[in-house]
C-alpha cells in the first residue's frame, strides 16, 4: 500500500458561535491542509496518482475558501466553523475530487503546535 499527500493553505477568517473565548470574535488563520490518499496500484509511469493531479484538485477546491470569512458559505451557517468541521468539509468534498482513489485523511493545522486530523473508518 502507497500514501501519497500534499499540502497546502489558505488564509479565511471565522467566528465560533456559542463559544465563550476569544474565539468567538472574528479572526483569521492560515490553515495548512494536508490531504493524503491510498493506493496498491500503480500506473504504467509507476505512480499511485500524480501530485499534479492531486494539486490542481485541492487548489481547486481550496480556491472556494481562501481569502473569505468561512461563516459566509452556506456550509458553515448552519455549522459552526471549527477546524474539526473544516477539516470534515474538506474530507467530504476531496474525495469527490479524488475518486477513484481513496482519501485516508485530512489534517489540518490551525497554527504551529495545534492541528486536527479526520478520517472515517472503512466499510467492510
Given amino acids: 500500500m502507497f500514501e501519497l499527500s ?8 471565522h467566528l465560533l458561535r456559542g463559544y465563550e ?15 493524503f490518499v491510498e493506493g496498491e496500484e500503480l500506473d504504467e509511469v509507476g505512480m499511485v496518482l ?3 493531479v492531486m494539486k490542481q484538485r485541492l487548489k481547486a477546491l481550496l480556491e472556494t475558501m481562501d481569502h473569505t470569512c468561512l461563516n ?3 456550509y458553515f451557517q448552519e455549522v459552526n466553523p471549527t ?4 477539516a470534515k468539509y ?10 477513484p482513489w481513496r482519501l485516508t485523511r485530512v489534517k489540518i493545522w490551525e497554527s ?3 492541528c486536527v486530523t479526520y478520517y472515517e473508518t472503512k466499510t467492510t
Avoid: S
Fill in 90 to 99: 474538506i474530507y467530504e468534498r476531496f474525495q469527490e475530487e479524488i475518486h
Fill in 6 to 13: 500534499i499540502k497546502q493553505d489558505i488564509a479565511a477568517a
Fill in 83 to 86: 477546524t474539526e468541521n473544516l
Fill in 72 to 74: 459566509d458559505m452556506p
Fill in 21 to 35: 473565548g476569544k474565539c468567538k470574535n472574528l479572526h483569521g488563520h492560515t490553515w495548512q491542509i494536508e490531504v
Fill in 112 to 114: 504551529d503546535i495545534t
Fill in 50 to 52: 500524480d501530485f499534479r
